[in-house]
Nanobody, 111 residues
């Protein structure tokens, strides 16, 4: 079993920044590929960004240039730096790795 625990969500004004963190623990072998997803009310969960075990990254088009996913070695901890946030990005943000999901952290972008 692998546990994923997110942190760092909150309320931010449009144009502001937040950094989300996801810490993995449990029966982990090696470096995990990890990703961030988000789900707004009434919408499907969507991919935001992923990082492979080797450090390669990929982003959804709407967040390119504003969000950065990175990790701290040797810990399986991944961060998502979110800049220039928009109100439409209000959602629950979830950490994912292999078959596991975190509980989510709420991000609210509002003035």
């Amino acid at each position: 079993q692998v546990q994923l625990v997110e942190s760092g969500g909150g309320l931010v004004q449009p144009g502001g920044s937040l950094r989300l963190s996801c810490a993995a623990s449990g029966r982990i072998v090696g470096i995990l590929p990890m990703g961030w997803y988000r789900q707004a009310p009434g919408k499907e969960r969507e991919l935001v960004a992923i990082i492979t075990a080797y450090g390669s990254t990929s982003y959804a088009d709407p967040v390119k240039g504003r969000f950065t996913i990175y990790r701290h070695y040797p810990n399986n901890t991944v961060h998502l730096q979110m800049n220039s946030l928009k109100p439409e990005e209000t959602a629950a943000y979830y950490c994912h790795s292999r078959a596991y999901w975190g509980q989510g952290t709420q991000v609210t972008v509002s003035s």
